[in-house]
């Protein structure tokens, strides 16, 4: 268990719906990121944030938004799924900023039918 | 830039060699050099780190060494067991450090 929470697991959806990932960070850590794996694809940076503010954005769809709450705990809302929406999503938490490290939680598989 | 180059794509090697994976960055103001490890359906891993003002670490197995005048930093694992097989990425901090980019993964196969 890294300490990094992800939920669900798994989730199965059909094209055109909305979908909610959530994350809780390891206790301690007030930087979330996203980041999307897709089949045979590296790490793509989606969002960042820092003590409930954005602070960084990558290559993230405008269909795409995410937040995090006071408790630290984030969320990232994925809206009019598409076929090529199909991946595995991990949270990433760090103390502050990435060069004092990530730790990763296991992902939740999105899969958009 | 934010590149993070990435060789080779797989590797396979027999139980017992040494497996070398190499990764060449591009921002001249990286300091930060973490390697992660990926195994099938789980999230990636630390497994070993190294900052700019050293050049080289280890830890049992694995090493990493880091050359920032050609900027490129290498992992190597020796003394290789099946279950080092999994998906190896290198990262770096970008965007004025608030993120990880990382490179695009290497597939390492230990065979028996």
Known sequence: DSGVTQTPKHLITATGQRVTLRCSPRSG???VYWYQQSLDQGLQFL???YNGEERAKGN???RFSAQQFPDLHSELNLSS???GDSALYFCASSVFEARYGYTFGSGTRLTVV | GENVEQHPSTLSVQEGDSAVIKCTYSDSASNY???YKQELGKGPQLIIDIRSNVGEKKDQRIAVTLNKT???FSLHITETQPEDSAVYFCATPTGGGNKL???TG???KVEL
């Open chain 2, 33 to 35: 050099f973490p390697w």
């Open chain 1, 47 to 49: 969002i960042q944030y």
């Open chain 1, 29 to 31: 850590d007030l930087s």
């Open chain 2, 106 to 108: 290497t597939q390492l």
């Open chain 2, 70 to 72: 050609a900027k490129h």
């Open chain 2, 101 to 103: 980019t990382f490179g």
């Open chain 1, 81 to 83: 799924l598409e076929l």
């Open chain 1, 60 to 62: 993230i769809l405008e």
